[in-house]
């Protein structure tokens, strides 16, 4: 299935018209119409969208990951709940990672991509600064395996990914998990230029690197040895 047959499945599942779909976001008709036409491949109001139809914008813009916010809302509302430290009652794990006694993780959270990374190799041997905490067992049910990652979590600092992981979307990622999974996130350093692509393989040695800004970013071919892959992006929540 295509973005447009997605669309036009959730407009027919919501009894909306484009027409009403348009005034719940605040665009025109003909935008509507040219995504359900499949004339446009994607919209800067992507987001605005899937929120109108009360779905996930990376699964109507791709197919991926789970369709309705439902099932992702719990894991969303856990994160950046204790950002000011850790709590009294917190054992410290490894790399920085906490897990409460409520059996929550705290992550270490830095500004962006080049001052997550700027202290490899890791883990932390301490830090004491903002955290973001996540339920432990939601992480689980997205296939994460905790007892054996070690997380960092930073802010997107550029537009690469907009819609879907906008400036200001705070990313976690496993350091431990590095292999390669076609069409899935990850926080890669090319050239000591540190970034987030989703990674296809496109040959035995070569990999194709992709964005959601395509027209700022296009897509990318390089050989597997020219890349650094940090780890898997395994959470993101949008700004606030």
């Keep these: 299935m295509t973005l447009a047959d997605r ?15 348009a005034r719940r976001v605040g665009v025109t008709q003909g935008t509507v119409y040219k995504l359900v036409s ?16 009360n779905v996930n914008a990376h699964w109507l813009l791709t197919g991926n990951g789970f369709q309705y916010v439902e099932q992702s809302t719990e894991l969303n509302h856990t994160a950046g709940r204790n950002e000011s ?7 410290e794990l490894h790399g920085g990672v906490s897990l409460t006694l409520a059996g929550e993780i705290a992550i270490p959270l830095l500004p962006d991509i080049e001052s997550a990374f700027a202290n490899s190799p890791f883990p932390f041997t301490a830090y004491s ?51 390669i999974i076609d069409g899935k996130f990850y926080a890669i350093d ?11 393989r496109s040959g035995s040695s070569e990999l194709t690197m992709r964005t959601y800004n395509q027209a700022l970013y296009p897509e990318e071919k390089i050989g597997m040895d ?15």
Excluded: C, H
């Design 7 to 21: 669309l036009k499945a959730m407009l027919e599942e919501r009894g909306y018209s484009q027409g009403e779909l």
């Design 38 to 53: 499949g004339q446009a491949k994607s919209s800067k109001r992507l987001v605005e969208i899937a929120e109108a139809l």
């Design 85 to 91: 430290g850790l709590t009294p009652e917190t054992l």
């Design 129 to 179: 600064g903002l955290k973001m905490t996540l339920s432990e067992a939601d992480l689980k049910t997205f296939g994460v395996d905790v007892d054996k990652g070690d997380f960092i979590g930073f802010s997107v600092k550029d537009d690469s990914m907009a819609p879907v992981m906008p400036i200001g979307t705070r990313v976690v990622v496993d350091l431990n998990d590095k292999q």
């Design 190 to 200: 090319q050239g000591n230029w540190k970034k987030i692509r989703a990674l296809y």
């Design 226 to 240: 020219d890349l650094q892959i940090l780890g898997r992006i395994v959470f993101s929540q949008r700004g606030m």
